[in-house]
């Protein structure tokens, strides 16, 4: 069973968007054959999605607990 080069960049886009990325395909591939014996992969232009991270101080209302230990009998 083969798989087609148009299926493989279609799946690897379809991935890579899921992650928030951008991917076109500038060539196509040629998938390996199922013997395993070598091929190509699609080259890929890959733009990472921009991502910012940001830290926010907040207070936080706890309640007071008392805790007081058993007692002996």
Partial sequence: MKIRA????????????????????EEEGKAPEVNVEGGELPEVDVDPANVEVTTDTQQVVTPEVNVEPAKDN
């Fill in 6 to 25: 148009p299926f493989l960049a279609l799946a690897l886009a379809a991935s890579l968007g899921a992650v928030g990325c951008t991917a076109e395909v």
